[in-house]
Every structure is written in C-alpha cells, then in structure tokens.
C-alpha cells in the first residue's frame, strides 16, 4: 500500500548549486565583490578561466545573467547475488567490476555467430531511425545553437516530455504538479542518479544497509550500479520460473508480501516490448495511480537507437511540488560532482522529436518497425524448433516481449553452444532476438534443437 504521508519528508532542500554569468551590466557594477582581475589588461577575467582568481563558472543562470536555481519541474529488474558486485577475473588487479554481457562479447569479438546487444536489422547492421536523422539535420542547420552549458538538471523542456511518456500527458501526478525529470547520462546513469539519492535520503540518512530488492534474474549492471552507489543489503526476489519458463508470480507475490517498499523503475525498452509506447508504460502508470511515491529510469538509447549519446530521464513523482523540489535540489548537487552538466545533442533530437506532432507519429512508427522485427523473429524460431521436434515447449518465446529473451536453455545447454556451434549467449540462457536474421535463423534454431538433444543423451 502507498504511504499517506510522503517517504522523503524529512529531506532538506539544498543550497542552490550557483552560477555567475559574466554580462556588460556585471563588467560595470564597481561592486568589489564583483571585480576581478583580467590578466590581459583592466576588466573581467574571462569566464571559464580558472587558473587565476575571479569567478569560476559552475552551474546554470536564466537569459538575464542572475544565478538561478534549478528546480521545477527501470520496472526495477534488479537481482543480485551476494552485494552484486563482481570483479572481472580477467582484469585482475586492475579494480574492475565484471559484467558477464561484457565478458562474453571478449569471448566472440572474434568469431562469426553471436547474439548482439542492441537492434540490428535483419542484415544485422546497426539501424539509425529515420526521424533521428532528420531531426540531427534540422539540429545541424539551426544556426541558433551553440555549445553553452545545458543545465546541470537537464533542459527543462527534455524531463517534461520525458516525464510525460513515461507517465502519460493525463497523468494526475502530472496535473497535480507533483512530477519532476533529472536529465541523466543514458539509462543507467538515472540508476545511478537515483541509487545516489536513495543512499543519501531513504530511510535515514546516508543508510547503505537499506535492503534493496532485485529480480532474480536481472541484468547484471544493476548490482553494480546500486553496489557502487553503496547498497550493502542487496536481495533477490524470484521472478524467472525455468520450469515453466515463464513469470514466477506466485513466488513474487510471496517474496513481496508485507513488505514496505519504495518502487523503482527501469523502463529502458518503452515502445519495444509491444510496439505500443503507452501499453508499455502500463505498469509505472498503475503505481502512480495507486498513490505511490516512486523513481523511474528512463533511457533513449533503444527506442530512438541513440546508444552513444548516452540520453536518459530520471521521473520523480512524489507526494507534493514540495518533495519534488527538494528531492531535485539534492539530485541537483549529485549532478554537480558526477558530470556537472548533461550532453545536448541527444536530448535536442529527443525534445524536437516529442515536441513536434509529426516527428511524434513518425518516431512511432519507427519504433513499431523496430518491435515488429522482434516479434517476427520470436515467432519464427518457435516456429522452426516446433518444425525440428525439438523437446520441451517453446511457447514462451511468444509469450516474452521485449528485445531480450530467456530461452529456456540452461547452462550445459548454453555451454554446448558456445563451444560446439560458436553461438554466444549469455549463461542463463537469455538472448538479444535482434541477434537473430532470416540469415542465420535456421542455423541458430538447429543448434538449439542439437544442444537440448545432447543434453537428454548425457
């Protein structure tokens, strides 16, 4: 059940994270405050130079020159083995956490059969929307633009529309002005923006021992993530039923069960899952509408294919506009000493793309040819494991959506794969569907149908 009273009350609204902008009104303000020396001559030194004394650029200002302060307005899949985090065997000595995804693209970087980690289209090449290189070309020929600081929140116009995708424009969180968006590096930094947070604020201050409950199975990274923000207490809860290769509801409803928990969402494949953006976002809209405080992360990397623009949106919605005020004067000063101020090309294609209701339409229909590709080929290799006889059922790789899929293969399955047919996947059977082509569609199907047979004769 939601709270009455909001889980972040107790939260401190923090001290504005202030800039100066150097303007002929400042120039000649005799204020010795205001004065500072320009090594090249009587004046102002130059904003941006920081080897001298005078004022040093950090953070965000409004068209008047006024220092002003920001602040307006994942599905959490996470699971974890111990604390999550991994070192990486192959990196011994050198610090790094281990990434089972990036551990096995080592194992095929070479080879010529391995199941990608983005969309590819059937000729298993990366695909740049349509919509986006229109909209990079408009960017490119607006010779209005220039390369000033985006503030250190994020364009104001970016977490609003982002926040409205997610949640819906009829939101009453929205209506009741109880929403605000963190604009964050890709998806996993509104993860890490919000773990950040978490750590600090919930549940006392700066608690790492705070339990933090995480699908089992989840992609890897959230342990990382939520490790390295300093979560001590990182649990499972059961969501992967490989019997029944499906949702282990019951085994979810009873881990849950009487538990007062703060819901964060990981919606990294809105648009994906169905090709429907709003049926997609289905499960963060029934929280809110359930009275719920909660955090969604929100990343454009897959649903407008910008994966190295690194552009994502943390959601807040909490109680009242005052919570979310001071929820993002805190988030604000974590910005500041992680990346200080956010990249602008990818929210500019974001924000053009949302804002305009023909580019609105067209991105959608991206999106769609993109899902579609997806359900073309879960419904294709079904078909063709059927066709082999291959034992057991297949009819979970329908009944999954989504660009990733658990094949139901375990782990001496997996390992035949690998070393037999030099097919790479991942150890607990899960698999990109985007990997999959019309060309290698047969091939990687009877592979399958070799692996589970071995299996049965050994």
């Known amino acids: 059940m939601a709270c009455a009273s909001s889980l972040f009350a107790a939260v401190p609204l923090a001290s504005p994270v202030v800039v100066f902008k150097l303007t002929a009104d400042f120039k000649a303000d005799t204020h010795p ?64 956490l281990w990434d089972p995804a990036l551990a096995l693209g080592r194992q095929w970087s070479r080879r010529e ?131 029944k290769r499906g949702l282990h509801l019951q085994g979810l409803l009873e881990d849950m069960e009487k538990r007062s928990l703060f819901p964060f969402f990981d919606a990294a494949y809105q648009g994906f899952a169905s090709g429907d953006l709003d049926k997609d976002a289905w499960a963060v809209r029934y929280f809110v509408s359930q009275g719920f405080e909660l955090f969604c992360a929100q990343s454009f990397s897959k649903n407008f294919g910008l994966y190295n623009e690194r552009i994502g949106n943390l959601c807040i919605v909490a109680k009242d506009t005052d919570n979310v005020t001071r929820i993002r004067s805190q988030m604000e000063k974590i910005a500041r000493t992680i990346w200080s101020n956010p990249p602008a090309h990818g929210a500019l294609v974001v924000t053009r793309t949302l804002s305009n209701p023909q580019l609105l339409a067209e991105w959608k229909g991206n999106v769609k040819t993109m899902a579609d590709r997806v359900l073309l080929m879960r419904a294709q290799l079904k078909e063709k494991l059927q066709k082999l006889g291959t034992p057991g059922t297949w009819d979970h790789l329908t009944q999954q959506i989504g660009m990733f899929s658990f094949t139901g293969l375990d782990p001496s399955q997996v390992d035949y794969m690998r070393k037999k047919k030099h097919i790479y996947l991942m150890a607990s059977g899960r698999i990109n569907m985007c990997g999959l082509t019309s060309g290698n569609l047969d091939y990687v199907a009877e592979s399958i149908h070799e692996a589970v047979k071995s299996s049965q004769c050994q």
């Open 33 to 96: 405050k205001k004065r500072c020396r320009d090594r090249n001559g009587p004046g102002v030194q130059p904003p941006g130079d920081r080897d001298g004394p005078g004022i040093q650029r950090c953070g965000d200002l409004n068209s008047a020159g006024i220092p002003e302060v920001q602040g307006s307005g994942r599905h959490c899949d996470l699971a974890a083995q111990g604390s999550g985090r991994r070192w990486d065997p192959a990196a011994k000595g050198s610090g790094r």
């Open 113 to 243: 059969e391995h199941l990608e980690h983005a969309y590819r289209t059937d000729e298993g090449q990366p695909w740049v929307l349509p919509v986006v290189r229109k909209v990079e070309q408009e960017i490119a020929n607006d010779n209005s633009l220039n390369h000033e600081y985006v503030p250190i929140l994020g364009f104001p116009e970016f977490t609003k529309l982002a926040c409205e995708l997610i949640l819906g424009k009829d939101s009453p969180a929205i209506a009741e002005n109880r929403v605000g968006g963190v604009q964050c590096l890709g998806g996993t930094g509104a993860l890490r923006m919000g773990a950040d947070f978490l750590r600090l604020w919930y549940n006392g201050p700066n608690n790492t021992s705070t339990p933090l409950y995480v699908s089992s199975p989840t992609w890897a990274n959230h342990n990382g993530v939520f490790g390295a923000a300093g979560f001590t207490d990182i649990r499972n809860y059961r969501y992967w039923d490989p019997a």
